[in-house]
């Protein structure tokens, strides 16, 4: 059972906007900045988006974040059959004193 | 460019214990915490916890506390994860990533992993 709560998937057709949610507490997501992770099959995973809404330089305009509250959503326009991959929403706890993920959404381009 | 690179594979058996480096080059290695997060099969990301290389102090998961030790050797630029008393489920792959610096604990560039087997 994952701190953050994900959709365990999602899915799209070339061209839509997908968004993927992220649900935490006032103790993560609530207090401290939101980061997402692209995982492509058999690789590392690859920061898409930190500081809640910020691409790091490579990251296509596609991707998108943003946060409220306790929650936060990932959103990509364009769906490209390269972006099949597992996505992951993490932040920094303060109960817990530690990085907490959330337990991962496949993106499916159908 | 940063890079981090991992040891190979192993293969351990229930109750011994595992040591993974991660040999950091491309930036000052003393400037950034290194974190360790490992994926069991299939499964999603767990962290383990990070180092500061400067200093050597370590936070680590409550989950990992008392059999998990972060090292790290600033002569060669490396960090070392050693994990004790392996059971079958701590089977995954271990990364480490590197700590963007300044904004809320971005992992900004990661390690090509390494597969711990844990079977009798």
């Known amino acids: 059972q994952s701190v953050l709560t994900q959709p365990p998937s999602a899915s799209g057709t070339p061209g839509q906007r997908v968004t993927i949610s992220c649900s935490g507490s006032?103790?993560?997501?609530?207090?401290?900045?939101v980061n997402w992770y692209q995982q492509l099959p058999g690789t590392a995973p690859k920061i898409l988006i930190y500081?809640?809404?910020q691409r790091p330089s490579g990251v296509p305009d596609r991707f998108s974040g943003s946060k409220s509250g306790t929650s936060a959503s990932l959103a990509i326009s364009g769906l490209q059959s390269e972006d099949e991959a597992d996505y992951y929403c993490?932040?920094?706890?303060?109960?817990?004193?530690?990085?907490?993920f959330g337990g991962g959404t496949k993106l499916t381009v159908l | 460019q940063v890079q981090l690179v991992q040891s190979g594979a192993e293969v351990k058996q229930p109750g011994a214990s595992v040591k993974v480096s991660c040999k950091s080059s491309?930036?000052?290695?003393?400037?950034?915490?290194m974190h360790w997060v490992r994926q069991a099969p299939g499964q999603g990301l767990e962290w383990m916890g990070l180092?500061?290389?400067?200093?050597?102090?370590?936070t680590y998961a409550q989950v990992f506390q008392g059999r998990v030790t972060m090292t790290s050797d600033t002569s060669t630029s490396t960090v070392y994860m050693d994990l004790s008393s392996l059971r079958s489920e701590d089977t995954a792959v271990y990364y480490c990533?590197?700590?963007?610096?300044?904004?809320?604990?971005?992992?900004?560039?990661w390690g090509q992993g390494t597969l711990v087997t844990v079977s009798s």
């Open positions: 006032r103790y993560n997501i609530g207090s401290n900045t």
């Open positions: 180092i500061s290389p400067s200093g050597g102090s370590t």
């Open positions: 491309g930036y000052t290695f003393t400037s950034n915490y």
């Open positions: 990533a590197r700590d963007q610096g300044f904004s809320g604990y971005t992992l900004d560039s």
């Open positions: 500081s809640n809404n």
């Open positions: 993490a932040a920094w706890d303060d109960s817990l004193n530690g990085l907490v």
